[in-house]
């Protein structure tokens, strides 16, 4: 998986300058977003806990309810040449599993097992962009930090979040945009920049 990221990352690097002629360079060099990513690794890991805890009873607990809100993100990045933005921000995510209790027949007994998983990530960015126009771009971002889990236990973890490709619209000041990626953020991750 490590060699699967660094040759995207080389390939995003060593791409990205040969477009700078087709590159919009003028405008704004702030980026303040806010973005909604589902689909992410603490969900995907508390799907799998509730299944895997099914399987390991052997069908004497089984996930009733799995919640989750997504991934709120909220960053900033700086423009530091044509192609290149730099910067880091925060994101935040709650997921809920409750297991419930079956007896020797598969009735559910009464003491269901609730687990909250509570994750608070700030990361920094690095964001390429591949087509740069007045009104749209197209592009891919590598983000990575620290996750905080807070739940019946407090960790820290590494994160990640790997952004394959991106497209945003709007005007000089003002974009919506959409990305599928893999990670912390989600696979698909939708939001508002306002660039200034």
Not at 39 to 56: D, E, I, P, R
Not at 82 to 104: A, F, N
Request: charged content about 15%; some cysteine; glycine content about 12%.
């Amino acid at each position: 998986m490590k060699r699967i990221i660094a040759v995207l990352i080389g390939v995003m690097l060593l791409g990205a300058p040969q477009l700078r002629s087709q590159q919009y360079n003028e405008g704004p060099v702030n980026d303040i977003n806010i973005s909604y990513g589902y689909f992410t690794v603490t969900q995907f890991a508390t799907v799998l806990g509730g299944v895997l805890g099914a399987a390991f009873t052997l069908g004497h607990a089984a996930p009733t309810d799995i919640l989750s809100t997504g991934s709120l993100q909220l960053e900033y990045l700086h423009k530091t040449n044509s192609w290149l933005w730099l910067g880091g921000g925060v994101s935040g995510e709650i997921d809920t599993l409750v297991m419930e209790g079956r007896d020797s027949d598969g009735n559910p007994t009464d003491n269901p097992t609730k687990s909250n998983i509570n994750t608070l990530n700030a990361f920094a960015t690095a964001k390429a962009n591949w087509l740069r126009r007045e009104k749209l771009a197209l592009y891919s971002r590598l983000s990575a930090g620290v996750l905080t889990a807070i739940g019946e236990e407090t960790s820290l973890a590494p994160s990640v979040q790997l952004g394959l490709i991106g497209f945003e619209a709007g005007n000089l000041n003002s974009r919506g945009f959409i990305e599928l990626g893999i990670g912390m953020h989600g696979v698909i991750s939708c939001g508002f920049r306002h660039l200034f």
